[in-house]
């Protein structure tokens, strides 16, 4: 088999045999196969598409590559949780020790920034010291001493998605349906979960800018979780704008630091609460909807959530001071409010050019290789639906650069759109799938 010809008959529409995925996985994982061919398949399937039976064959290809975890000495129901991927989006860094100091158990595997999105890995990472990388044992281990455990992707589970991930991020090759279903429901498969529940993003800032594609995907890695005997259930939430207001790797740490505070903005607090009634009743702590939001609630209130989080962090290397001391975290050296130019509703926020500031600024990569900036990004004042008056502040951009804060200013201006008519308020859930 020649992957030439498989580039080929991918590019001219053909489909790929389980064989030839199996090939393909395999080779390049193996390093047999250069990025360059595999750059080019991955354009190929992004403008062809890949059917049912090639996206199950690629996400179980992905997940076989390593280990697939065996979670069953321990105990109870094990969860996981995975975004599409989105702006401002820090929900795990929230949710996971939420969740588990309501009583639930985590193993998750995360991933780094992708595109113009954030990642849970390079977020978590603000924390001097914190590693993301151990062995399956430590792993496990973890999970049985504080019930939660967030590792990044390692040689040992789905190394073919860490290398393609990686890849797709630096060739433009994110936004294809087939393969973030593969990519994601291959990390949750290998690391062993029960219980899967998924937020799949729609809007200006989702891989997913049509509500019916977010549905699509949303169903396609249900079947997958579901036909691989995993309890998935998927939420679709907004994108359309940035998730809560802090977007940049320490100031979304803050933010998430805030909200287990019971001080977060009211969107992404919200999404916690939703995001975290499936888990808690997917793992059976809760029998009902209201059941799991008051036990949410009281562990957010009594403190025992932002616990967790320290607890969390000083298990894998980072500091549990700068969880109770945030200004301890990194910060950049410019802090700049950006005001706006007109007077009007905003009706409108392109909500991937706010991640492409935050990018701009130092916060994402360019290569594979790049060093990312963490303490850079944004935090917005104003959202949609906010009125403003010309000179009213609109965000403040955190740069450790002059010139990068001026690429990202003029970009963050273009971003917003006003008007004199209020617009309607979206829901910020847009539905739930469950099979
Ligand atoms: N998140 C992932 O893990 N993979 C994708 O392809 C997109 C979002």
């Known amino acids: 088999m020649r992957m030439y010809d498989l580039i080929m008959k991918k590019r001219n529409g053909g489909s790929l045999s389980g064989e030839e995925i199996r090939f393909m996985v395999q080779g390049y994982t193996k390093g047999e196969i250069p990025d360059y061919q595999m750059s080019a398949m991955m354009m190929a399937i992004y403008f062809r ?3 049912e039976a090639e996206t199950l064959a690629l996400t179980m290809e992905m997940a076989h590559s390593g280990d697939l975890l065996d979670l069953s000495e321990i105990k109870g129901v094990k969860a996981d949780k995975h975004s599409t991927g989105g702006v401002g989006d820090k929900t795990s860094l ?11 158990v985590i193993a998750k595997m995360s991933g780094r920034g992708l595109g113009h999105t954030g990642g849970t890995i390079d977020k978590l990472e603000s924390f001097d010291g914190f590693q993301t990388a151990m062995t399956t044992e430590r792993f496990i281990r973890q999970i049985h001493e504080i019930g939660m455990a967030i590792v ?10 860490k290398k393609l991930y990686a890849l797709r991020d630096v ?4 936004d294809q349906m087939s393969l973030i279903a593969s990519s994601i429901m291959s990390k949750k498969l290998a690391a062993g979960a029960d219980a899967i529940v998924l937020d799949v993003k729609t809007g200006s800032g989702a891989f997913m800018k049509q509500e019916e594609d977010a549905f699509a995907l949303a169903r396609e890695m249900v079947r997958i979780g579901n036909g691989a005997g995993r309890r998935t259930i998927a939420v679709i939430s907004d994108m359309d704008q ?3 207001r802090a977007v940049g790797n320490v100031l979304e740490v803050k933010e998430a630091i805030d909200t287990l505070r019971g001080k977060g903005p009211e969107d992404f607090t919200a ?3 939703t995001l975290g009634t499936y888990m808690l009743l997917a793992c059976g702590i809760a029998k009902e909807e209201q059941e799991a939001q008051a036990l949410l609630q009281d562990a957010i209130a009594s403190g025992r959530a932002l616990e967790k989080l320290a607890e969390f962090i000083e298990a894998q290397g980072g500091s549990r001071e700068q969880v109770y001391d945030p200004s301890l975290l990194k910060t950049a050296s410019i802090t700049e409010p950006v005001y706006a130019e007109k007077d009007g509703y905003i009706t409108h926020i392109k909500c991937d050019e706010i991640g492409i500031c935050s990018l701009l600024l130092g916060g994402g990569r360019e290569t594979k290789e790049s060093e990312i900036d963490l303490s850079v990004g944004l935090v917005l004042e104003k959202k949609k639906g906010d009125y403003v008056q010309k000179g009213d502040v609109l ?12 690429a990202a200013r003029a970009r963050f201006l273009g971003a917003y759109t006003f008007s004199a008519e209020q617009p309607e308020k979206e829901p910020l859930i847009k539905g739930i799938v469950r099979e």
Do not use: W, Y
């Not at 990044?152 to 998605?161: I, R, S, Y």
């Open 242 to 244: 940035p998730l809560g």
């Open 395 to 406: 965000a403040t951009i955190h740069a450790n650069d002059r010139a990068k804060f001026e």
């Open 94 to 104: 929230a949710l996971i020790p939420l969740v588990c100091s309501c009583g639930a």
């Open 271 to 273: 999404l916690c609460i």
């Open 171 to 174: 060739t433009a090759t994110v």
């Open 152 to 161: 990044g992707q390692t040689a040992d589970l789905a190394p073919a998605d």
């Open 49 to 51: 598409g890949m059917s």
